[in-house]
């Protein structure tokens, strides 16, 4: 899951969240713009920079990164040994590095394998950037400007505000499965896939009676009383919103224009 | 006849209420009406039909909830049948029990302002009432908070804070103190009666909080079975001690005294007390003084030889890198014992009990059960000597059956399949749940349920058994079968500790009492030495039964002896009254 938005008092955290998606964006296009690691490396790096100067918690980041490690791995192995040689332009990439029996692990296969987990890098690490430090509102607003319906996004926020409670609700299912002698977490996959049974159906069935509970307190507080609800805070574009948004604009343009002159491809 | 109805007042008439989908009526006929500006209890058993009285009243009964109704119910002068929940609930606020379903924001301020803004109102309005609703349930200064990291207590205000924000004339809260220990359930029902002296707002409450409804309600209606049984003043109903036992309420600790008294006729029915101050005006008013045989006799307190069978060695415990949650525990309990752990929450007493089935594992010292070091064991092996019985059943019901959920984890034993039954049979049967075997567990009530949770820990046979909170949210008949149960367990042998907000219960039925404050024991002894240690209980933020500050009153009447339980202060009162000669 995606790091939670933290009040702070950062530079990324005044910007309008128009300039932050903006910036996601441009980021994304670009990393798939380019096939050479080199190129979407440089992108991480800026992106790792903006990241750690808005004190973002390493912690969360790792717990973020943990799970992917083994779709990385995969991903680096099947682009080498699936990319023929014939793919590849540069003489250097179309160089065999080993063969499995008669199937060759090409060099552009392994550096096209690396531009790929860097491409989901840049993703994780820009689209963080933006949950740190946008608050929830600020989002659901964004989607309001984009005419998405009032209830569509109030079923995100919602979804959000309840991932904690979740996540708290399972540690406690755990244990208390745990209590009266079930294996979680130990022993090989097939058996944990089972232990974990007697975690998902106490917590599917408490999460059917908490959306029954839920959907009567709504009322209570009067959803859908009126046709447009009250936005307590306004977003609003900047000076240097709309400065960086055009550092944006040019950053992209200048993007294709490299990539014109066949510069990062392998 | 016309009659017209004021704001903020309520009317109940009902003819006759069914839920689709059940068979029979839950009211037949049910009529009251309340004032504006009113202060109402509403009381009664788990099942008499609080909830649904409240779901009636905004109209989430019909609109949401469908069934069969016949009748009106009009509320701040509006019919509910022809008006939506949504627009209801700018004039009626209804809290629910689980306040974590009923916060809808990520931040404590945005929260607050979720209802004012579905209302349309302004925003400067919604301003101004997000900063007046949290300093009512005293929660200005948490604007920013994240509401996930907020305590249970803090929760259950915030929802509160969340329907006052939307300036109601009337507000229903359906039991909001079960879940909160006694320092949090004083706090709601002072906010309660705060609110009621500033304003014209109608409260209607329930809840089974004897002590409080009395001090704070201006009347309590009484149902039972979807009857309203009883309506009065809350004196009248607690000086009826008979009527209370009749429709499943706990009477006041001193009303027994009294009812007893009158039994003896030495009180009439308008005079049996029903707090403190009225039972020493009867004792100073009859002249009593303290001489019997048995006054200030000592207790005897001989060191028993059973083995030990829980011992902590220098256990301490942090929860990542705060504070220390445990520090430095020394604690022995023998075999046999029956040990109540209180304080109040976030004292260490969870956190101490999951240490000793290794759900925690100590960050310095040891844990030993039955003398050995348990470090090297998992939960799981260790769910054979320690049973566990945690508060919430729903959090490990996932059998079709009520049999299969106890065989659960049994199966984990290696045991012949006729074992198993044996032990499932004699566990379902223990708790009362043997003809409900092939049910689905879900269809049984949340009371069974609980039953059900701690018939598995039961099968499992362990010789120590951690209970935690077994009475929250559990009406008094429910309250007495559960201890009844343990009580049961523990003439039979078993090591019993018992996690507990209820003092009562401690003193009643355990043999030692552990007291924590921050992550401390700062008492441990018989409740009898434990609850006579005022000054260390006022610092750890714990209350002594009524009975104990009783005793303490009669002091200067030469009372000698150190009751805990309402009934040994009534008898030692008996036996002196039968020694002067005033009762036979």
């Given at each position: ?95 065999t ?26 993703m ?6 933006v949950?740190?430090t ?18 569509f ?25 745990k ?32 959306s ?11 959803f ?18 709309y ?24 | ?6 704001r ?21 006929s ?60 700018r ?28 209302l ?54 359906d ?37 409080e ?47 007893c ?20 005006q ?70 101490f ?51 299969d ?117 700062v ?27 009783l ?34």
């Amino acid at each position: 899951m995606l790091i939670e938005y933290y009040p702070a008092e950062s530079y990324v955290h005044k910007l309008d969240v128009r300039t932050k998606a903006l910036g996601f964006l441009v980021f994304t296009i670009i990393s798939f713009v380019f096939l050479s690691p080199l190129v979407n490396l440089l992108i991480v790096l800026c992106a790792c920079v903006i990241l750690f100067t808005i004190g973002t918690p390493l912690s969360g980041i790792k717990k973020i990164l943990k799970p992917l490690l083994p779709i990385f791995i995969l991903m680096l192995l099947i682009t080498g040994f699936t990319y023929p040689a014939s793919n590849f332009i540069s003489e250097e990439n179309r160089k065999t590095l080993f063969s499995l029996g008669t199937v060759p692990f090409t060099m552009g296969g392994l550096l096209l394998g690396i531009t790929l987990v860097l491409r989901i890098l840049i993703m994780v690490i820009t689209s963080t950037i933006v949950t740190y430090t946008t608050p929830i509102e600020d989002i659901l607003q964004l989607l309001k400007k984009i005419k998405i319906p009032h209830q569509f996004a109030f079923i995100i926020a919602t979804g959000i505000r309840f991932i904690p409670t979740m996540q708290k609700k399972s540690e406690m299912i755990q244990e208390a499965q745990k209590a009266r002698g079930a294996e979680i977490g130990t022993g090989g996959i097939i058996k944990n896939i089972g232990s974990y049974i007697t975690v998902l159906i106490p917590l599917i069935v408490d999460s059917l009676r908490m959306s029954d509970n839920l959907a009567i307190a709504m009322l209570n507080r009067g959803f859908g009383a009126m046709k447009t609800t009250t936005d307590l805070t306004e977003i609003k574009m900047r000076t240097r919103d709309y400065l960086i948004c055009l550092g944006e604009a040019i950053l992209i343009v200048f993007a294709f224009w490299i990539r014109s002159k066949n510069i990062g491809v392998l | 006849m016309i009659e017209t109805l004021e704001r903020g007042s309520l009317k109940v008439d009902l003819l006759r209420f069914k839920y689709e989908n059940s068979l029979t009526d839950i009211f037949n006929s049910l009529n009251f009406k309340i004032e504006r500006g009113e202060f109402v209890g509403l009381m009664g058993r788990t099942g008499a039909g609080k909830t649904t009285t409240m779901m009636l009243l905004n109209g989430l009964i019909p609109h949401f909830i469908e069934g069969e109704l016949e009748g009106n119910v009009i509320a701040n002068t509006m019919n509910t049948q022809r008006y939506r929940v949504q627009t209801m609930a700018r004039f009626i606020g209804l809290v629910l029990q689980d306040p974590e379903t009923q916060i809808f924001g990520i931040t404590v301020e945005r929260d607050v302002a979720f209802g004012p803004s579905n209302l349309g109102f302004g925003k400067e309005k919604i301003r101004e009432v997000v900063s007046k609703s949290l300093k009512a349930v005293g929660l200005d200064g948490y604007e920013k908070r994240m509401t996930s990291e907020l305590s249970g207590g803090e929760k259950q205000r915030l929802a509160i804070a969340g329907v006052l924000a939307m300036e109601p004339e009337i507000l229903v809260l359906d039991e909001p103190t079960s879940e909160l220990d006694p320092a949090g359930r004083e706090e709601i029902y002072k906010l309660l009666s705060g609110l009621k002296k500033k304003g014209d707002v109608t409260i209607l409450v329930s809840g089974h909080d004897t002590e409080e409804m009395l001090e704070y309600a201006d009347r309590i209606i009484v149902l039972d079975d979807g009857q309203k049984v009883w309506e009065g003043k809350p004196t009248t109903l607690f000086r009826n001690v008979g009527l209370t036992k009749k429709v499943g309420i706990r009477p006041p600790e001193v009303a027994e005294i009294g009812n007893c008294l009158k039994e003896c006729g030495l009180v009439n029915q308008d005079s049996v007390f029903v707090n403190k101050d009225e039972f020493l005006q009867f004792t100073k008013n009859h002249f009593i003084s303290f001489e019997m045989p048995n006054n200030g006799l000592k207790k005897d307190y001989s060191i028993k030889n059973d083995p030990v069978a829980i011992e902590t060695r220098d256990l301490s415990f942090n929860y990542q890198k705060k504070n220390s949650a445990l520090k430095e525990l020394n604690i022995k309990i023998n075999k046999g014992e029956f040990v109540a752990l209180i304080g109040k929450n976030g004292a260490g007493k969870t956190t101490f009990s999951k240490q000793l089935n290794g759900l925690l594992r100590p960050t310095n010292g040891s844990v030993f059960i039955n003398g050995n070091d348990i470090s090297r064991l998992t939960t799981a092996q260790l769910s054979k000597e320690v049973g566990y019985v945690f508060q919430n059943p729903d959090h490990q019901i996932f059998s079709a059956t009520v049999y299969d959920e106890v065989e659960f984890g049994l199966k984990k034993m290696n045991l012949t399949e006729k074992i198993r039954s044996t032990r499932i049979n004699n566990a379902l049967e223990f708790v009362g749940l043997e003809k409900f075997k092939n049910r689905h567990p879900f269809t049984l009530g949340k009371g069974e349920r609980q039953k059900l949770a701690f018939a598995t820990v039961l099968a499992m046979e362990p010789k120590i058994l951690i209970i935690d909170e077994p009475t929250t949210g559990q009406d008094w008949d429910g309250t007495n079968k559960m201890m009844e149960m343990l009580d049961k367990l523990h003439k039979q042998g078993h090591t019993i500790l018992m996690i507990t907000h209820n003092m009562l219960l401690a003193a009643e039925y355990a043999d030692r009492v552990i007291v924590f404050s921050n992550g401390k024991v700062v008492l441990d002894g018989p409740p009898e030495k434990v609850f006579y240690e005022s000054e260390i209980l006022r610092s750890a933020s714990v209350t002594a039964p009524d009975c104990v500050i009783l005793a303490g009153e009669l002091r200067s009447t030469g009372y000698k002896n150190y009751p805990v339980t309402i009934n040994e202060l009534q008898n030692d009162l008996l036996e002196q009254l039968a020694w002067k000669g005033n009762v036979n």
